[in-house]
């Protein structure tokens, strides 16, 4: 490979208070091979003294007295960067030695390309039941879908510096960790551009989820915001979490609920709940044989009632954010969110 055909990558890391994870992702990221051109860091706000860290490595630091939301950090590292590929990390994701060398070939092997996203590992750094689950749900998610990605993704996405300037970078009225790299995957692919997940490129995501941390952010900050943005592009790509047979567990999701609840009412519809259950879990077999050859049966049990409670709350925040939409009545709870935390005002 001649080196002079090798793109130079710029790693851009936003950072709110990343505590352990932060320092372990920049010890990571010390022992890439090849190295990057720079790596930046946007301190954005913190208080536990995150930029510290970032000057401990030797980062180009950018640190902002009050937080203003991952799109902005992002975009203010991007707009300083010098590299012919920004590659954006979140700041509880490790890499791999490799990582870099990867993702400088895929692009240098394919001109047309404009941004590849990556996968999570399937071994996540918290050792809690519900960071594994969701993290290995992620990395299984990523690893079946099709490599023509229809979105982009901010924790392991690199995209070319004149195409990110040309499309304009995030959109920073999301002020939060939200959906601002879903919205410009749907930006970019709007524009002409191609995405390509690599399933190859995969780093390690280190987040400890509690079940309240992961229904706030799954629902306030994921499942309504992109309920909003399908509605406003009417776009609905089945791809990745929205593809056929996640929707089509949505309605049996649904159903087998009002078929309990209304079995109160006419016992004999309980003889029906069972169908609906087998039928939710042949559709979902793969996913379930996916989680037994990782982590065994007993893991597989506790995974079922989350994966279903996970159709049950994506199906109702996308009815209500419809409903929102079209009524244009319904607020939406008031909420903040420190990052990876979300809380109520």
Request: aromatic share 14%; net charge neutral; proline share 5%.
């Amino acid at each position: 490979m001649d080196s002079v055909d090798i793109p130079s990558i710029s790693v851009i890391i936003p950072v709110y208070n990343g505590g352990k994870a932060f320092y372990e992702c920049l010890s990571k990221l010390a022992l890439a091979d090849p190295s990057p051109l720079e790596i930046i860091v946007v301190a954005d706000g913190d208080t536990d003294g995150s930029w510290l860290v970032a000057q401990e490595f030797d980062a180009t630091l950018i640190r902002l007295e009050t937080s203003g939301g991952p799109a902005k950090a992002r975009n203010l590292g991007a707009w300083t960067a010098r590299g012919d590929i920004l590659f954006f990390v979140d700041a509880d994701v490790t890499l791999y030695p490799n990582t870099l060398g990867l993702i400088a070939q895929q692009f240098q092997q394919q001109p047309d390309l404009a941004a590849l996203i990556g996968s999570y590992d399937d071994a996540p750094g918290a050792d809690n039941f519900l960071s594994q689950y969701k993290n290995l749900f992620h990395h299984y998610t990523h690893q079946v879908s099709s490599e023509v990605a229809s979105t982009f993704w901010g924790a392991c996405g690199a995209i070319r510096r004149s195409v990110f300037q040309t499309i304009g970078g995030f959109d920073e009225a999301y002020r939060k960790p939200c959906i601002e790299d879903i919205e410009l995957g749907y930006r970019l692919k709007r524009a002409g551009y191609s995405i390509r997940l690599c399933k190859d490129i995969q780093v390690k995501h280190l987040k400890r989820w509690e079940p309240i941390s992961l229904l706030k952010a799954e629902i306030f900050y994921r499942a309504l915001p992109w309920t909003e943005l399908i509605l406003r592009d009417r776009r609905c790509d089945a791809d990745l979490n929205l593809n056929y047979a996640n929707r089509l567990s949505v309605v049996l999701v649904f159903a087998l609920m009002g078929n309990i609840f209304a079995g109160v009412l006419i016992p004999w519809l309980w003889l029906v709940a069972p169908v609906l259950a087998v039928g939710l879990l042949l559709i979902n077999l793969d996913v379930y044989r996916f989680f037994y050859d990782k982590r065994g049966l007993l893991f597989t049990l506790q995974v079922i009632p989350w994966h279903w409670l996970y159709f049950f709350y994506g199906g109702a925040a996308f009815a209500y954010g419809a409903l929102r939409r079209y009524l244009g009545r319904l607020p939406l709870p008031e909420l903040t969110l420190v990052w990876g935390a979300p809380k109520s005002k």
